[in-house]
């Protein structure tokens, strides 16, 4: 995007050129933002926009004009729902953007300033919270009855969505006063926060829309948008929504009844008895180097989260200081928004790779111009398959949105028509594969293009081996991917076992490899020979054979032969194996190549204890179904899902009437309230243990 720099020197003439352009623009982008919920374009880059105007508006005062962009917050109510006019406006806050400690520092000194505190005064005490990008709801309870949600609107006029609002589950419908110290209900209180989508919540309700063949959402904070503008409360309802909440609206006056309250961390403890979710993460800071501190701890665990944040906010927690500060036009200036890295950017697609995965999967790969997006560089984003890429259009050449948010794979998210090159060639996926040139086939009914190479196809090859020696295989230590490249690009190992044949000579002959280095893979292959049944059959790459299905065959047959001989109706007897999995296992073992493989890596002396069935350890959570959400004080999931599954137990990814647990963590999501809807019982890490140990 262009944006005028020397405009300051130009005249008023070539400024309201810009102007006019760029007001146009940023009010196209707003309309789609706000009354769409699809935007064509980043906030970075609409931000950009918006910066270049107020530039250009600061230099030339006698042009601003009360319907420029710059003069209003937020978007028009959609006629479709009725109009609210908010009690209390609805503030925005000022943004710190500057990605550096120095957001904090500075804010910390306005505050200083403002309140005309000498040097030697204490340090002030904030109350940093996470900034959640979804949307901003107010919710009205009179006499602790919730009667209306509206959203921030402009502002000042915001949209009545009740209706879907008390279609989320976390939200109270009644404050909960019964909790033994909680406040009386007011006779009229707003209670202000953020609506947003989870992330594995928006991952699945997109693989939903893919699998249906419809388009998917941007963002999850489109995606919540888009649920609670839904006009129809019933699609509404299927749209999983969260919520926080972090502050108040109007409020009946201490002398008419209402509640008082001191600080602003007094009142999110209030929040939280009365049954609204506010996040653990808000926490009390003095003064500048407990706000840099806390900014560099969330930015730290910022991908790790289950929902997206755009940064963090920071309040003075007293009340009676927020109220001796008041208003810069509508920004309280005891608050300021302090951001990380944006999660989305514009970049040009350089070129659509199309990338071969372990079972053959042909994944168009849009290579891009390098790009800082929530915060690492990326080069290369995820296209999922040939209908996604052809629905969002994306062409080499293009200007498109990439988003990287959390570990998931940064993806194209859309393109910018107008950037379009004249002779930008449709996407369509090579007939062959890539790699091996064996052709590329699609299914009946499967999005996905395969190679049909099978082993045969280097690519596979290469995935295949990475696969047996990952962490939860077998675990071959240092072997990465750059250099099973080189081992089967020169074409020292074609197949598993010829890893185990590997000498110190054929390594330490290879590029950049030290004798040291060498001797370290020699080491690691041959610790990796002493392994477990259900490592070695997850290892082996059998298709729709995860870790959980490898163990549950190991547990049930007790010994691999058993395994390679059962038939579909045997594999069927095994829990939690149905028919398509059972038919894979059987095919698999029944390729006269794979038994091949399987003797000769015994051959090469990879060994496990085997076992009768019956002697099994004992199994507390055998036949139970659980489900993690949230962070674990000290268990990673890995390590849950590891001590559930030894015990006999199973994870799943969603809650349902089946479930016997949900094991909930700090941030638990919508899976909480999924848990509560359906009386499933809400256990804590403690919980696990108390289970792990027999007890019920
Ligand atoms: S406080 C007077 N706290 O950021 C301050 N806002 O520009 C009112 N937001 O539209 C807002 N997380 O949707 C506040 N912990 C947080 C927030 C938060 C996200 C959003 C909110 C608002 C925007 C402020």
């Known amino acids: 995007m262009q944006t005028p720099d020397l405009f300051d020197a130009a005249p008023a003439s070539a400024a309201l050129a810009e102007l006019t352009q760029l007001r146009h623009l940023l009010h196209e982008h707003a309309h789609r933002y706000h009354v769409l919920d699809a935007p064509t374009i980043p906030d970075a880059e609409y931000d950009r926009l918006f910066r270049a105007l107020q ?17 209003r917050v937020g978007g028009a109510p959609l006629p479709a729902f009725a109009s609210v006019r908010h009690a209390m406006p609805m503030l925005s806050i000022r943004t710190e953007t500057d990605t550096e400690a120095s957001g904090a520092v500075n804010f910390d000194a306005r505050v200083r300033r403002e309140l005309a505190l000498a040097e030697a005064a204490p340090a002030v005490e904030y109350v940093a919270e996470l900034k959640f990008d979804g949307l901003a709801m107010s919710l009205r309870y009179e006499q602790g009855v919730l009667v209306q949600a509206a959203t921030r609107g402009d502002g000042e006029l915001g949209e009545d969505v009740t209706q879907n609002i008390r279609t989320i589950g976390q939200i109270p419908l009644r404050l909960d006063t019964a909790a033994p110290g909680a406040l009386p209900a007011p006779p009229v209180i707003e209670v202000r926060g953020e609506v947003y989508m989870g992330r594995a919540d928006f991952e699945a309700l997109n693989e939903r829309q893919r699998t249906a063949s419809q388009k998917t959402f941007v963002n999850p904070r489109n995606a919540a948008a888009g649920a609670v503008r839904q006009l129809d409360p019933a699609i509404a309802a299927q749209r999983p929504l969260s919520f926080f909440a972090y502050g108040l609206g109007e409020v009946t006056p201490a002398e008419a009844g209402g509640p008082v309250f001191a600080s602003h961390h007094g009142l999110l403890q209030t929040l939280k008895t009365w049954g609204f979710p506010v996040s653990s993460l808000a926490s009390i800071a003095l003064g500048a180097t407990e706000l840099v501190a806390y900014y560099e701890r969330i930015a730290r665990q910022r991908d790790s989260l289950p929902f997206d944040i755009d940064g963090v906010v920071y309040k003075v927690n007293s009340l009676a200081l927020q109220q001796r500060m008041g208003f810069v036009t509508r920004e309280p200036r005891w608050a ?14 350089l070129s659509i790779d199309v990338q071969v995965g372990r079972t053959g999967k042909l994944t168009p790969v849009a290579k891009l111009a390098p790009v800082f997006v929530g915060g690492v560089t990326v080069t290369n984003a995820t296209l999922h398959n040939e209908d996604e890429a052809r629905r969002k259009d994306v062409r080499v050449g293009d200007t498109v949105v990439v988003r990287r948010a959390g570990d998931v794979i940064p993806e194209v998210v859309s393109m910018l028509p107008e950037k379009r090159l004249p002779d930008a060639m449709l996407f369509t996926m090579p007939a062959q594969c890539p790699v091996c040139g064996s052709a590329a086939v699609r299914e009946e009914g499967e999005a996905d293009h395969r190679c049909s190479g099978g082993l045969f196809c280097s ?21 990465g991917d750059k250099l099973v490249d080189q081992l089967v690009d020169s074409g020292i190992i074609r197949t598993l076992p010829d890893l185990y044949r590997l000498g110190l000579t054929s390594l330490a002959a290879l590029d950049r490899m030290a004798d040291k280095s060498a001797q370290n893979i020699v080491d690691a292959l041959q610790k990796s020979k002493q392994t477990t049944l259900p490592r070695f059959l997850f290892g082996l790459g059998i298709r729709h054979v995860g870790e959980a299905t490898a163990k549950a065959l190991a547990k049930h047959f007790g010994g691999l032969d058993a395994i390679m001989d059962a038939s579909v109706d045997g594999l069927l007897a095994v829990s939690d194996v149905g028919p398509v999995v059972a038919q894979s296992i059987h095919t698999f073992f029944g390729q006269p190549h794979n038994r091949e493989v399987v003797a000769q890596l015994r051959a090469c002396g990879l060994h496990w204890e085997e076992g009768a069935p019956a002697e099994r350890k004992p199994t507390p959570l055998s036949g139970k179904t659980l489900v993690i959400t949230g962070t674990l004080p000290t268990l990673s999931r890995d390590q849950a899902k590891d001590l559930i599954e030894g015990a006999g137990g199973k994870v799943a990814g969603s809650v349902s009437k089946k479930t016997h647990y949900l094991l909930a963590g700090l941030e638990a999501g919508s899976k909480l309230d999924k848990a509560r809807e359906l009386g499933v019982a809400v256990i804590d890490e403690n919980g696990l243990k108390e289970l792990l140990n027999g007890g019920t």
Request: net charge negative; hydrophobic share 45%; glycine share 2%.
């Open 55 to 71: 530039a250009i508006e600061a230099v030339h005062p006698e042009l601003v004009s009360a319907d420029s962009p710059t003069q």
């Open 459 to 479: 690519a596979q090859r290469k995935q295949a081996i990475l696969h047996f020696a990952q962490r939860r295989a077998v675990e071959v230590e240092g072997l």
């Open 336 to 349: 300021v928004a302090h951001k990380f890295p944006a999660q989305e950017q514009l970049t040009t697609v």
